[in-house]
């Protein structure tokens, strides 16, 4: 049997979220139960504590990725491509929509992503794993039965978000990690690094406590004494 996660405990667990959110995963959360998510506190606990961080426990504008970056930003997070925020606009220019010419350029030929088409700013991060390129939505959504390169926007849609999670780990294979208490491997499975890892552990510990009251069937060890 899987754990049960109440609406209360949702709602603990994701405090910003909105009640669309919540209500979706009171009423469909049979998803994460048939890929082994909420077969052990751990799993449950890896998965939401990645989502937490992802979207900011579902509270994410659209559960949608923020591409408005400013020149200087974009320099900053690129630096090896870019020397300053003038050479961003040098190269993309300042006009509205300058930023989807720049997630085009850099995520093409990347994440199964198109060079020379909008796949770079038309597969940025959605839902809660926020999912990623086109390659990552051809896979998650045909996990879960939905066209997600025809349509991204289903993927921040509340009444997927079950499915959507359930389908990413599935995909990344996360179990695995979770059940050797390998909390780092798991995060750099979920993004290919190991960005955010220290918030994404001070969300797992702030959870703990509300996935252990969760009613069990087995015994497993401590989430915290088994993360490496």
């Not at 849609?157 to 491997?185: C, M, S, V």
């Amino acid at each position: 049997m899987p754990l049960h996660v109440s609406e209360a405990n949702w709602r603990s667990l994701f405090p910003d979220a909105s009640d669309s959110v919540i209500q979706a995963l009171v009423e469909n959360s049979e998803p994460l139960n048939q890929v082994g998510i909420t077969e052990t506190r751990t799993r449950l606990a890896f998965a939401l504590a990645n989502v937490e961080h992802e979207c900011n426990g579902y509270s994410l504008t659209n559960l949608t990725e923020n591409i408005g970056y400013s020149a200087k930003r974009m320099a900053q997070v690129w630096p090896k491509r870019f020397s300053s925020a003038a050479d961003v606009v040098a190269k993309y220019g300042s006009d509205p929509g300058w930023q989807s010419k720049a997630f085009d350029d850099i995520y093409g030929n990347r994440m199964g992503n198109r060079p020379g088409t909008n796949d770079g700013s038309r597969y940025i991060g959605r839902g809660g794993p926020q999912v990623t390129g086109r390659d990552g939505y051809r896979q998650v959504g045909k996990r879960c039965g939905l066209d997600l390169v025809e349509d991204p926007e289903l993927a921040t849609l509340p009444e997927h978000q079950a499915a959507i999670l359930a389908a990413f780990w599935e995909w990344k294979k996360l179990n695995r990690y979770a059940d050797r208490g390998q909390f780092t491997k798991c995060v750099r499975a979920w993004n290919g690094g190991t960005n955010g890892l220290a918030d994404r552990k001070q969300r797992l510990k702030g959870n703990d406590p509300i996935i252990k009251r969760l009613k069990k069937t087995v015994r497993i060890l401590p989430i915290l004494d088994q993360i490496s």
